[in-house]
């Protein structure tokens, strides 16, 4: 599995209009036609956002980490939907974002921490070299 693309922290040029991205994006794509991957992103960067959508739009592997929670009567829009029942797409939501903590010295409520946490969750399930199994 491969973590969402980063950005360099020094770059005043969007990340995903830079060679690094487009290499990248190679990579990740070259990764998943050799059936060898999942993409998992919280979809927040435009870089990570470009990644998602074009995940939905091929029908490639997504696992899509996102910030708002999954409620009793909440469902996808219609794009993600038909991705679920297609079988390409994962979406988790973590039921208690702000328990993960402060990221450095900005609370655990804001969206940076929260946006932050959720490339962890993701670095994390990239990192799992483990057996998961599904329970029904």
Known sequence: MHNRVGSPVHSRQPYETTADYARERCEWEAAILEGATVIV??????????????????????IHLQAT????????????????????????????????GAVGNVPSDSDYSRFHNLNTLAAEICAFNGEAKIIR
């Open 69 to 100: 929670p999954i409620g009793q009567y909440w469902k996808p829009e219609k794009k993600r939907f038909e991705a679920c029942i297609s079988g390409t797409l994962l979406i988790l939501a973590p039921w208690d974002l702000d328990a993960m």
């Open 41 to 62: 992103t919280p979809g927040i960067s435009q870089g990570e956002k470009l990644m998602k959508e074009e995940c939905l739009d091929r029908g490639y592997p997504l």
